[in-house]
């Protein structure tokens, strides 16, 4: 007797996802290996915390040395600007994978009203920049006592 069923049959569709998703896998792979053009990379990647009396703005550029960053605010922008030199190779070596290519990045972010564009200050340790953006005195929080009696 035939039977249209076979005992493999309730894996068969995991099975074809399994397949599926490898393949989608090696698909990703393969383009992610392939990107080296910073316009596709949004560069540098950054953290932004507010700190009550302040916006610091940590700006991650490993390999960047601190004479080819800009930071400059222009019209209520802050806009930091660079160039990451690329890995210099021997005559004799080639370039297997480049997933840190150089060149130049520019981000911009909109400053808020309430920063004090005069008071901005910039520091560079260990490839991270950080910008502190101190607010104008009558926006940061105040503390106010209440005494009981």
């Known amino acids: 007797?035939?039977?249209r069923f076979g005992p493999n049959f309730a894996f068969l569709p995991l099975h074809q996802?399994?397949?599926l998703r490898g393949k989608l896998e090696e698909m990703f792979d393969d383009a992610y290996s392939r990107v080296t053009d910073w316009?596709?990379?949004r560069y540098p990647y950054i953290d932004v915390v507010d700190s009550g009396n302040e916006v610091v703005v940590f700006v991650e550029i490993p390999g960047c040395r601190k004479e080819d960053l800009k930071i400059n605010v222009v019209e209520g922008n802050l806009i930091i600007s660079g160039e990451r030199k690329p890995v210099e190779?021997?005559?004799?070596?080639s370039l297997l994978k480049n997933e840190r290519p150089g060149g130049t990045f520019s981000r911009t972010f909109n400053l808020p009203e309430?920063?004090?564009?005069?008071?901005?200050s910039a520091k560079y340790d260990?490839?991270?920049l950080e910008i502190h953006l101190p607010k104008q005195e009558e926006v940061r929080p105040k503390h106010?006592?209440?005494?009981?009696?």
Do not use: F, R, Y
């Open 144 to 149: 106010i006592e209440v005494s009981v009696q």
């Open 89 to 93: 190779l021997p005559s004799d070596a």
């Open 126 to 128: 260990n490839g991270v």
């Open 1 to 3: 007797m035939l039977s």
């Open 114 to 120: 309430h920063i004090d564009k005069e008071k901005i």
């Open 39 to 41: 316009t596709t990379v």
């Open 17 to 19: 996802i399994s397949e």
